[in-house]
């Protein structure tokens, strides 16, 4: 049943998991997956900056430098990688 919101379902359903603002300055906010959720940040030669199990969709990103990275989402059997830019202000 796809109205099943409280089961494993309502994440194979079809809400595309995305990222916002991106570009972001300090904190973005996952949408399309449940929490807690694995979360890894990658730099663009592949190198592994956070590793972290999320329990909120509010991700504090103000470590990282201005730049382009990966960010790979994960729970269960639902993986997104996502492009992320950080910006100044």
Not at 23 to 43: A, H, M, Q, R
Request: without cysteine.
């Amino acid at each position: 049943d796809s109205a099943n919101i409280n089961g494993v379902e309502a994440e194979t359903q079809a809400y595309p998991i995305a990222i916002y603002p991106n570009p972001l300055s300090d904190l973005i906010t996952v949408s399309g997956i449940n929490t807690p959720f694995e979360l890894n940040v990658f730099d663009v030669k592949g190198t592994l900056l956070l590793h972290q199990t999320a329990t909120s969709k509010k991700i504090d990103l103000s470590e990282l430098e201005n730049g382009v990275y990966f960010m790979s989402l994960k729970k269960n059997k639902v993986s997104k990688t996502l492009k992320l830019i950080k910006a100044p202000h």
